[in-house]
C-alpha cells in the first residue's frame, strides 16, 4: 500500500495534522499554527489524494470538453493542467519552496495565477510579489473565538502592513500575506478548525451566504443554516472520498454565487447572487418555502438584478441542495466557456428562456428521484416592510438574549484587533460571531446584563476603530480590497473609505443610515452599484493651480439609489463621473448628495 493510500482520509475523521499531510511528501512533520481544537458543525476532512480523486474534466461530457478546447485561455490552462489536482500539488511546491529545491518565483504562471486559486490561494503579485490571499469557506458566514484566533495566528508573521484579515461581501473571511511554503500548514489548520479554503476562488461556487439572524430573529422565515451547510457539502465535499475538495464542480465554467434568505429583510442579498433563495408562504398551503430567482451579478461588463424563475421550493435541506445541484449541473456542463464575460448563468438563463429554464431544471431535478417537488413561484407580501438594521443591541426571541451587532471598519482586522474580537466572543457570545455581508459582525446570544460591561470593553471605545453604536454613516460603509493589494484597483478604497466616513460623520447628520460603498475599478467587487451611494474608482483630471492645465488625478464616478432588501435594486448609471478623490473636490459632492437625496443635515 503506498502511503498515500495509508493515510486515507474518511468521512467523520475530525482532525488531521500537518504531520500527516507532509509524510504525504516525505517532509519531516511541522507545527500547525496555534492550537488544534474541532469545533461546531462544519463536515470536516482534509483533501483526498490524486489516487483516490477524480479530475474534474472527467465529468465533462465529450461536447463540452470540445467546447473547452476551442475555449478561452483558462479553459485551455484547465484542460491541460487539472485544476483538482492542486488540492495536493499545493503541498508539493510549499515543501519544494521550504527545501531550496525551488523558489516561488521559478512556479509555473498558470500553476501561480489560477491553479492555486483552487485551493483559495490568489496571488497579489503586482503589488505584493510572492504574497497571497486565501479566502475561505465560511457557510452562512459563522464563525468562533478559536477560529479567529487561529487567522491571527496565520497573519501575524507577515507583519501589520500585509498580515491583515478581510471581512468580504460574501460573509466570508479572507487572510492576507500568506506564502506558498506556509500554506499547507494553514490549509491543514482549518480542516482540523472545520472549515475550509478549497474551492473557494476563480471558476467556483462561491461561498454560500446565509442569514446572519438564522436561529435568533423574532421574524424569521427560515432558519438557512442547514442549508447552506448542505450547498456548502455539495460544493467541496467529495462524496467518495468523503474528504475537502469535490472534483464533481471543480470545473465550471465560472464564478458562481448562492445566496439564502431567512426574512423579508433579505440580508443576504439575493437580487445579485446567480441563485437566490427568498423566503415566502405558499398561497394555498401556508407552508413557508422559497421562491428562486437566479442571474444577478455585478461585473466590469454588465450589471444585472436577478430575475424571477417562476419556481417555489421546500425550505428542507434536500430540497434546497437537489435544486441547487440541478442547476450546477446545467451550468457546468452548457454554460459558456469562450466569452467569459458571458459566462456567468444569467446569459445561460436568458439563451434558453426562463420559461424554458424552469422546464430544464425540473427535469434535471426529476431525474435524480428524490421527491424534491418545484412548484410554481408564489406571490410575494405587499404590505410595507422596513428591513431592520443589524448594529447595534437588539432583543432576540430567546427570553434574556440580544444579539449585539458590531462595526468592523470597512471590513478589517488586524491580528491584534482578531484576538480582541475572539476575547469578546468568549466573554459574551460563547466563542460564537456571525458575519455579514456589510463586513461587520454581530454577537448572539449576548445575556442582557452583561450589556453594560460589553458596551465599557475598551476594544470597543476610545482609540479602538471598533464600535457598538456607530453614527449612521460610518457604520454603513462597504470597502473592496483596493489598490493596496489589488492590481486591478485604480484607487485605494480601504483607507479612503474609512477616513471619509469619519469625516462625513463630522459633517453631516443623517435620520436614517446611509449605505456608502466603494469599490476601486468597474469590476465593482464593492457592489457600487447596490450602496445608497456608490464610489467606483475611475480616471479624473484637476487643474493643477501653478500651470492652470488640467492632470490626471485619482477620481471616482458616483452612483446613487441602490437597494437592498426585498425590493433590492441596483443603481445602473452614474449620477456624476470624474470626480476627483481629493477632499476638496469628493467631499462636498458627497454631502450635497446626502442632503438632496438622504435628508441630510450639515452640521
Known amino acids: 500500500m503506498s502511503s498515500a493510500m495509508a493515510i486515507r482520509q474518511t468521512a ?18 511541522q507545527p500547525l499554527f496555534g492550537t488544534v481544537r474541532s469545533q461546531g458543525i462544519f463536515s470536516s476532512a482534509l483533501y483526498s489524494t490524486t489516487e483516490e480523486k477524480r479530475t474534474g474534466i472527467s465529468f465533462l461530457p465529450e461536447e463540452t470538453i470540445e467546447r473547452a478546447k476551442k475555449g478561452s485561455p483558462i479553459e485551455k490552462h484547465k484542460l491541460a493542467r487539472d485544476p483538482v489536482n492542486a488540492f495536493t500539488d499545493v503541498y508539493t511546491l510549499a515543501a519544494s519552496i521550504r527545501s531550496g529545491e525551488l523558489e516561488w518565483k521559478d512556479v509555473e504562471t498558470g500553476d501561480m495565477e489560477f491553479r492555486l486559486k483552487w485551493v483559495g490561494l490568489l496571488h497579489r503579485g503586482k503589488r505584493t510579489p510572492g504574497k497571497f490571499l486565501m479566502r475561505l469557506k465560511v457557510p452562512n458566514g459563522i464563525v468562533n473565538s478559536d477560529q479567529m484566533r487561529f487567522y491571527a495566528d496565520c497573519v501575524e508573521p507577515y507583519g501589520p502592513e500585509v498580515g491583515v484579515i478581510d471581512i468580504t461581501t460574501r460573509q466570508n473571511i479572507q487572510m492576507r500575506g500568506v506564502t506558498l511554503e506556509d500554506a499547507p500548514m494553514i490549509i491543514d489548520g482549518l480542516h482540523a478548525r472545520n472549515q475550509t479554503s478549497l474551492q473557494s476562488a476563480l471558476d467556483n461556487v462561491r461561498n454560500v451566504v446565509g442569514s446572519p439572524l438564522a436561529g435568533i430573529d423574532d421574524q424569521e422565515q427560515v432558519d438557512t443554516r442547514e442549508a447552506c451547510e448542505g450547498v456548502n457539502d455539495l460544493i467541496c465535499l467529495d ?9 464533481v464542480w471543480g470545473n465550471l465554467p465560472r464564478k458562481f454565487n448562492v445566496a439564502i434568505s431567512g426574512s423579508r429583510d433579505d440580508f443576504a442579498h439575493t437580487h445579485i447572487n446567480d441563485i437566490g433563495l427568498q423566503p415566502c408562504e405558499h398561497a394555498e398551503t401556508g407552508e413557508m418555502g422559497y421562491n428562486v430567482v437566479l442571474g444577478g451579478y455585478i461585473s466590469i461588463k454588465r450589471a444585472a438584478e436577478s430575475v424571477d424563475s417562476g419556481m417555489w421550493i421546500r425550505p428542507d435541506r434536500e430540497s434546497v441542495v437537489t435544486l441547487c445541484e440541478a442547476i450546477f449541473r446545467i451550468f457546468r456542463d452548457e454554460g459558456e466557456r469562450k466569452d467569459r464575460s458571458k459566462g456567468r448563468l444569467m446569459w445561460l438563463v436568458e439563451k434558453y428562456g426562463v420559461d424554458e429554464w424552469k422546464e430544464a431544471v425540473i427535469k434535471e431535478v426529476n431525474s435524480y428521484n428524490r421527491g424534491v417537488v418545484i412548484e410554481d413561484f408564489q406571490p410575494r407580501p405587499t404590505d410595507k416592510f422596513e428591513r431592520r438594521e443589524l448594529l447595534g443591541v437588539h432583543k432576540q426571541p430567546q427570553e434574556g438574549l440580544v444579539r449585539c451587532g458590531i462595526l468592523v471598519p470597512v471590513g478589517r482586522w488586524s491580528a491584534d484587533e482578531a484576538r480582541e474580537v475572539a476575547d469578546l466572543a468568549e466573554r459574551y457570545s460563547g466563542g460564537e460571531i456571525r458575519l455579514t455581508v456589510e463586513q461587520n459582525i454581530i454577537l448572539p446570544n449576548v445575556k442582557e446584563e ?7 470593553e475598551p476594544a470597543l471605545n476610545g482609540d479602538s476603530r471598533m464600535k457598538l453604536t456607530p453614527g449612521n454613516i460610518e457604520g454603513n460603509v462597504v470597502s473592496c480590497t483596493g489598490a493596496q493589494f489589488c492590481g486591478l484597483a485604480l484607487i485605494e478604497t480601504k483607507q479612503n473609505a474609512e477616513r471619509i466616513a469619519k469625516l462625513l460623520e463630522s459633517k453631516v447628520t443623517t435620520p436614517k443610515p446611509v449605505r456608502i460603498h466603494f469599490t476601486g475599478c468597474p469590476n465593482s467587487c464593492g457592489q457600487a452599484q447596490a450602496g445608497d451611494i456608490g464610489i467606483m474608482g475611475a480616471p479624473a483630471r484637476k487643474e493643477n493651480p501653478e500651470t492652470g492645465k488640467k492632470m490626471a488625478v485619482p477620481g471616482c464616478n458616483i452612483f446613487v439609489g441602490g437597494q437592498i432588501g426585498e425590493d433590492g435594486h441596483l443603481s445602473l448609471i452614474p449620477y456624476a463621473k470624474g470626480i476627483p478623490l481629493e477632499d476638496d473636490s469628493l467631499i462636498p459632492t458627497l454631502i450635497e448628495i446626502i442632503k438632496e437625496h438622504y435628508d441630510g443635515v450639515e452640521k
Do not use: K, W
Request: hydrophobic letters at 45%.
Open 12 to 29: 467523520g475523521l475530525l482532525c488531521c495534522t500537518a504531520a500527516a499531510a507532509f509524510v504525504l511528501q516525505g517532509i519531516p512533520p
Open 239 to 247: 462524496p467518495v472520498t468523503g474528504t475537502r475538495g469535490n472534483p
Open 450 to 456: 452583561d450589556v453594560p460591561a460589553l458596551m465599557e
